[in-house]
């Protein structure tokens, strides 16, 4: 599937302002919403994960979401579209591993339907009081690029479920159960008394910074000896390896957070170690359906 071509049609096509970030920021109510769909075979498969550990990442990559544009999440719904032989284990089951990962978040609503296939679709409201709301496009010459949480341990782990292996556990849990960057998104939301750009990166690290680039027009360079991962994780899976739900942002001054680069002027794209790029489509994650 040809996403990122099929956001930009729609976008174009509702001309509307909401349309670009992972959350749409409706400034008159004071929230952020977003929505994210997973589907049996395509995002997971019920081999690798219970249903305690499905409704734990369903509702995490929406909190996570939420925390990459900087507001406070605050409410879920969520609609099941579940296939006959699903039984009352299975959603007592997948409603805890969800009350889990919700925390202080609470579920108000959401559906259940009939289907062939398990479908879950969760909307997740965060509140934007006392936060200034991030945008992909607040990338400015001389900002830093700031990141939290390693990167790379979600796709290693999926490569281990895929080989059969269920050891070691730090990669199997970072890809069935991550856990949102919400201290980080806090700290920087909180204190921000300016615009600033931030992402996750559930499409791997590297596309949340061309990502950024490309919407704020501007060149991003970044060292891949400063970022953040686990020695025995290749430099490939770092950077494009999908689903670790850690956080990078792109602001005036690091602090006393990890910077692995910096923004310049110049050409539209990323640098990596010297060497610049427009595109890097053909590098990045893809799940189950799209490794066939």
Request: hydrophobic residues 35%; aromatic residues 8%.
């Amino acid at each position: 599937m040809k996403e990122k071509e099929f956001i930009q049609i729609i976008k174009s096509t509702l001309n509307s302002e909401y349309i670009g970030d992972d959350c749409a920021y409706l400034k008159s109510l004071g929230i952020v919403i977003t929505q994210d769909s997973l589907v049996e075979d395509v995002h997971f498969k019920m081999d690798y994960m219970t249903p305690y550990q499905l409704g734990y990442k369903s509702v995490m990559v929406n909190i996570s979401d939420i925390c990459a544009s900087g507001a406070k999440p605050e409410y879920l719904t969520i609609s099941l579209s579940l296939p006959k032989h699903i039984d009352k284990d299975f959603i007592k089951n997948f409603y805890e591993g969800a009350k889990e990962a919700c925390q202080d978040v609470e579920i108000v609503g959401g559906d259940l339907t009939g289907s062939d296939k398990i479908f879950v679709s969760v909307t997740a409201i965060g509140s934007t009081k006392g936060r200034k709301i991030s945008s992909r496009s607040n990338a400015k010459e001389g900002y830093k690029v700031i990141v939290s949480g390693e990167h790379g341990n979600s796709a290693k782990g999926l490569e281990l479920l895929l080989n059969g292996k269920t050891e070691p556990d730090k990669f199997i849990n970072a890809h069935i159960m991550p856990v949102a960057q919400r201290e980080f998104s806090k700290q920087i939301a909180s204190n921000a008394d300016y615009d600033y750009a931030m992402m996750d990166t559930s499409d791997g690290l590297a596309d949340a910074l061309m990502q950024i680039a490309k919407a704020s027009g501007v060149t991003i360079s970044v060292d891949t000896s400063k970022i953040p991962h686990d020695p025995s994780v290749d430099m490939e899976t770092v950077l494009y390896g999908g689903e670790d739900y850690g956080l990078v942002a792109v602001v005036p001054d690091s602090g006393n957070f990890t910077c692995i680069g910096e923004v310049t002027s110049g050409k539209t794209g990323i640098i990596i170690d010297g060497i610049f790029y427009s595109d890097i489509d053909d590098k990045l994650y893809k799940h189950f359906e799209e490794n066939k």
